[in-house]
């Protein structure tokens, strides 16, 4: 069983930057195989950083960075010039839609 820890969400303006961490139990897994998720007020939950930071979210290029450190088993969300729009909870995944998933942490982005 992993489970998944998510820190480093608040409450933020426009402009501003967050780091959010995501530490995982198991220290068999890769975090190669770990991405970010979101689910903004009102939507369906979305990939946005895939793959250990292979892949991006459109609305994120540029401005988010997924990054790992496999021997502490953790993943890092860095975001920066956050946006209104960037506001949601995101989650730290393990495995896939159907893999394991952490608890969320709130980010919010308002002036």
């Known amino acids: 069983q992993v489970q998944l820890v998510e820190s480093g969400g608040g409450l933020v303006q426009p402009g501003e930057s967050l780091r959010l961490s995501c530490v995982a139990s198991?220290?068999?897994?890769?975090?190669?195989?770990m991405s970010w998720y979101r689910q903004r007020p009102g939507k369906e939950r979305e990939l946005v950083a895939g793959r250990a930071g292979a892949n991006y979210t459109d609305s994120v290029k540029g401005r988010f960075t997924m990054s790992r450190d496999d021997a502490k088993k953790t993943v890092y969300l860095q975001m920066i010039n956050l946006e209104p729009e960037d506001t949601a909870v995101y989650y730290c995944?393990?495995?896939?839609?159907?893999?394991?998933w952490g608890q969320g942490t709130q980010v919010t982005v308002s002036s």
């Open positions: 995944n393990y495995g896939g839609l159907r893999g394991y």
């Open positions: 198991e220290f068999a897994i890769s975090t190669a195989f």
